[in-house]
Every structure is written in structure tokens, then in C-alpha cells.
């Protein structure tokens, strides 16, 4: 089944400053590729999410980029502020785990500072 | 549409008893998840529905964990006997994929499960 690595496990970064977060997939069938923002003591809420046709897509200070070849993906964050301090997840969706079923990183810590 | 709601959002228990979980998905949503999150393991995926049909439960840890989806509207997660390491955030969330792809999840608020 599809396997996603995620790093790195905690990341603590000045406010305005850019925070990158990498995941690789082991599955070439993915094709979905969603990010969740989970704070403290809430719910993981889906932020952005890019699809096996696509490379790249931005949602104001959000980016996410997606390698098919090297089968990784990247969430960029840019000026980054206190509120985005949460644990972000990427996930994967391969036909050949089962459709519509998300595999998940195991997550990574953003601290932003004041 | 007032989201994936779960209950209880919070359940302590004694080790050995019964627990039963609950979750309501978004109306439409044709897909139903629950999900177990702890420190170590992170978020796994114990069991889905699809059209209130159990896909596959190859997540469920043991026999002592059940699910059911009696209709669209209501899903259980029970587990008898419970244990200590049972102890974890129990998330329910659902999904109404198109027909060539899938869309990303809603999670309910989770239920945060204690055995002591």
C-alpha cells in the first residue's frame, strides 16, 4: 500500500519568515494530494490540495508543489504568523489503496514565533 | 450543513468496559472514515464506508473493535473490552468523491477516549 514520509517532525521559524514542509509518497498511482491544519485540541481542517495533473498551486501566503517523478510534494507557507502555528498533515490517495482513502504523514510541528 | 459531528467529545472509562463512539457525517457524503490518532502512530485509518457498506476494516487493530453504518446518517465505533492503549483521539470523517476523483476529507471534532 501507499506509504508518505514527512519532514520534518517539528519546525520552529520567526514571524515573516517562510517554512517549507516535504513529503515523498512510495505509490506512482497517487494522484490527490491534500494538506490539513490541525491546532491544538482541534480538528485536522483540509488547507490546500493539488492534484497528479497539476505542479504547482497558491492560495495567498500557501504554496504547494508536486515532483511526479521524484513522487514528493511540498507545502510552502510565506510570512509566516503566530495563527499558523499547528501541526500541518499531508496526505496521498492511491487508486491501488483503495479509492478515496487517504494515507497520512505522520505530521510536523510549526512553531512561529513572535 | 452543520459539519461531521461526533460524540462524545470526551469519555473516560475503566478498563474493560464497553465504549461506543458516534458520528453523523455531512448529509450526501457518501463515504464515511474513522480514524485513530495517537503521538506515536499518528492518524490511521481503522475502517470506511461507502453507501453505508464497510469497505475495508483491515485497520481495525483486533476483534475487540467494531464499526457499523446501520444508515447514511449514523455510524458506531465500539470497542469491548476496552483497554489502556486504546486510549487515543477517535476521529470520524466524510467524503462525497466525484467520479474521477476524490475530495479532501471533513473531519468531525474527534472524541478524545481515555481507559484508565
Known amino acids: 500500500g501507499e506509504n508518505v514520509e514527512q519532514h520534518p517532525s517539528t519546525l520552529s521559524v520567526q514571524e515573516g519568515d517562510s517554512a517549507v514542509i516535504k513529503c515523498t509518497y512510495s505509490d506512482s498511482a497517487s494522484n490527490y494530494f491534500p494538506w490539513y491544519k490541525q491546532e491544538l485540541g482541534k480538528r485536522p481542517q483540509l488547507i490546500i490540495d493539488i492534484r497528479s495533473n497539476v505542479g504547482e498551486k497558491k492560495d495567498q501566503r500557501i504554496a504547494v508543489t508536486l515532483n511526479k517523478t521524484a513522487k514528493h510534494f511540498s507545502l510552502h507557507i510565506t510570512e509566516t504568523q503566530p495563527e499558523d502555528s499547528a501541526v500541518y498533515f499531508c496526505a496521498a490517495s492511491s487508486p491501488n489503496s483503495g479509492y478515496s482513502t487517504l494515507t497520512f504523514g505522520k505530521g510536523t510541528m510549526l512553531l512561529v514565533s513572535p | ?116
Open chain 2, 1 to 116: 450543513d452543520a459539519g461531521v459531528i461526533q460524540s462524545p467529545r470526551h469519555e473516560v472509562t475503566e478498563m474493560g468496559q464497553e465504549v461506543t463512539l458516534r458520528c453523523k457525517p455531512i448529509s450526501g457524503h457518501d463515504y464515511l472514515f474513522w480514524y485513530r490518532q495517537t503521538m506515536m502512530r499518528g492518524l490511521e485509518l481503522l475502517i470506511y464506508f461507502n453507501n453505508n457498506v464497510p469497505i475495508d476494516d483491515s485497520g481495525m487493530p483486533e476483534d475487540r473493535f467494531s464499526a457499523k453504518m446501520p444508515n447514511a446518517s449514523f455510524s458506531t465505533l465500539k470497542i469491548q473490552p476496552s483497554e489502556p492503549r486504546d486510549s487515543a483521539v477517535y476521529f470520524c470523517a466524510s467524503s462525497s468523491p466525484g467520479r474521477r476523483a476524490i475530495y479532501g476529507y471533513t473531519f468531525g471534532s474527534g472524541t478524545r477516549l481515555t481507559v484508565v
